[in-house]
């Protein structure tokens, strides 16, 4: 028996490859499928089934353009209504795959189709769980993703209840669980960087899944805390339901070398330019009115948060040798209208280039912290910020893009230097400012200096 786990670190996901005696089976694949069918070959397989854990919100799926390359199945969960062929399985259907079987569980409750599969040997021993967003290492997946006029997050919650204890908790303790997130996705609250773990440990060390938890109890604490989830998510659900362009030809069209006439021209037609570079490169000098992700980062997760318009068209900045991936990664989140890149990047510019002033964090000592502006996520904020500055985060940015005074220096900064200077690339691009300092080193290289913080925190500080 041959069984991967793909693991993505940008988008913290895990896709699974499963073989036996010449027939394999591939689990919540990614956008670019090629890898699939190369391991297939590899291990003398046919893809047999493609399976769907359900519909993902968070990244585009691979098993349209899979089933196409491959004549797989898709097999989706009981409930799913999709716009292409699939088999939308019933509870505990069983499908073979060489002398292995996997049973489909259904467990309704992060969304209504969710199910787990179950991995069952040639004895009948059960050894894997593929858990897509229902149950994750130290957390479940968030029941707010799936809500119709008659459904709140509180009764998706209480199905979660349900399905973890009469489906997934009866499993022997020794089943391994490899779960379809790990930490830093925002399908659930408090992931384990950890990818598989044994389903008794989890028993043991899972918050959701203490024998002696209330249904009232779960769903308050699943509920809690949980916020708005990126405005990319319904969109890519529905691509996830409908089907999208084909990855190749969406890889071939964005990797297009433009010259500079073709660059321009692009941009005065509406296209956005999205810079992908490293983020010093970018402070140092950048084309007026750029975006910067840098590919090196969370890139996929945060062009998908902030790039409001999914048939966005965009024109790439990139280091170079990377323009596919920078293309492939924007396609993993459904931007599929890439149009380019400038041949040549910033050198081949002929007009100024903007660039962003930068300070060390011992230059925050001498600054009014009220004019000290901290981008980072809300739970990172209240667990430790700088006394009386300006909480603003990146996440929700572009819907309140006017919260600055614009006639006054503004030194802002994240955890490391990253966000910062997305955020401050976003402001300079759509809204008025012209005073935004970045901080270099964010609040790690801030904790290490006397600048006033919340008490508690910085055990690193020189003096609180």
Excluded at 233 to 239: D, G, R, V
Excluded at 278 to 293: K, M
Excluded at 325 to 337: M, P
Excluded at 404 to 428: E, Q
């Amino acid at each position: 028996m041959k069984l991967e786990q793909l693991y993505t670190n940008c988008l913290a996901q895990g896709a699974y490859f499963i073989a036996h005696n010449g027939e394999a089976a591939v689990i919540d694949p990614l956008r670019e499928v090629d890898q699939y069918i190369e391991l297939a070959k590899a291990n003398n397989a046919t893809i047999k089934y493609i399976f769907e854990t359900h519909f993902h919100a968070d990244f585009v799926s691979g098993h349209v353009d899979l089933a196409r390359k491959t004549g797989a199945t898709i097999v989706f969960g009981p409930t799913a209504k999709t716009s292409f062929d699939c088999l939308v399985a019933t509870d505990n259907q069983e499908f073979k795959i060489g002398g292995l079987t996997i049973r489909l569980l259904h467990t309704p409750g992060h969304t209504l189709e969710s199910s787990c599969f179950l991995l069952i040997d040639e004895s009948g021993k059960e050894i894997a769980l593929f858990s897509g967003d229902t149950l994750f290492l130290g957390d479940v997946g968030r029941p707010d993703l799936a809500i119709k006029s008659d459904l709140t997050k509180e009764d998706l919650a209480g199905m979660s209840f349900d399905s973890l204890r009469n489906k997934i908790m009866t499993l022997p303790d020794d089943v391994v669980v490899y779960p379809a997130h790990g930490a830093g996705s925002a399908c659930g609250k408090n992931m384990s960087k950890e990818t598989q773990d044994l389903l008794g440990n989890q028993k043991k060390t899972n918050y959701a899944l203490r024998a002696d938890m209330t249904r009232e109890e779960f769903i308050k604490e699943v509920t809690d805390g949980i916020m708005p989830p990126p405005q990319y998510f319904p969109k890519n659900a529905l691509l996830n339901k409908t089907g999208y362009h084909a990855v190749d030809e969406v890889i071939s069209k964005g990797t297009s070398a433009l010259s500079l006439a073709e660059f321009k021209h692009a941009v005065e037609n509406g296209a956005l330019i999205l810079d992908v570079r490293n983020q010093a490169d970018f402070v140092q000098g950048h084309i007026p009115n750029s975006l910067f992700i840098g590919i090196d980062g969370q890139f996929a997760v945060w062009a998908g948060t902030l790039i409001e318009n999914i048939n966005q068209p965009i024109v790439l900045i990139t280091p170079e040798g990377r323009e596919k991936e920078a293309v492939t990664r924007l396609a993993r989140v459904g931007y599929d209208n890439t149009l380019g890149y400038l041949e040549g990047g910033v050198a081949s510019w002929d007009g100024s280039l903007s660039s962003i002033d930068s300070v060390e964090a011992s230059a925050l000592e001498n600054v009014d912290c009220a004019s000290i502006v901290d981008v980072r996520k809300p739970g990172e904020y209240q667990a430790e910020h700088v006394e009386n500055c300006i909480h603003y985060p990146l996440d929700f940015m572009q819907f309140d893009l006017n919260k600055l005074n614009t006639d006054k220096p503004l030194y802002v900064h994240c955890a490391g230097g990253y966000r910062s200077v997305i955020a401050i690339s976003l402001l300079k691009q759509k809204g008025n400012y012209t005073n935004l300092i970045n901080v270099l080193g964010g609040y790690g290289a801030i904790c290490k200096t006397n600048v006033p913080t919340t008490e508690f925190v910085c055990s690193s500080k020189k003096s609180v």
